[in-house]
């Protein structure tokens, strides 16, 4: 496992989502990680049961905010490879615009609930 000095630039998966970050704090088996663009969205509906809508609390689930700081696993941080860190509005734009198109492509129960919240989302990000 590689290991970040602070000021490290960094891309880390926390939760289902992934985000562009910079290495603030080393906590053990953690990293505090400040965001600073989103590569991935996360997902909407339940963690525990993903796909599920039957049964399950189906969450609207936000993406990490600019500056907010998150502990992430220390085997969910990697190193960011490219020469600049995008701009956190349009990297955000972007990784809503991906999900959206991968819940299109197969009518199901839970990519309808799902683009539901993610409307709702957009309109909170957007508006």
Not at 94 to 100: D, E, F, G, I, N
Not at 109 to 117: G, S, Y
């Amino acid at each position: 496992m590689t290991t970040f000095e602070n000021g490290t630039f960094v891309k880390a998966h926390y939760k289902t989502g992934i985000y562009i970050g910079e290495v603030i704090e080393d906590r053990n088996r953690f990293y505090l990680i400040k965001v600073l663009a989103v590569e991935k969205h996360p997902m909407q509906g339940d963690l525990h049961n993903p796909g599920k809508t039957e049964d399950v609390f189906f969450h609207q689930r936000k993406a990490l905010s600019y500056n907010e700081k998150a502990n992430v696993q220390k085997e969910a941080v990697h190193a960011y490879e490219e020469n600049e860190i995008p701009d956190y509005q349009e990297s955000l734009k972007q990784a809503v615009q991906t999900l959206r198109s991968k819940l299109i492509r197969r009518e199901t129960e839970f990519n309808q609930n799902a683009k539901i919240q993610l409307d709702d989302l957009e309109k909170q990000y957007f508006e």
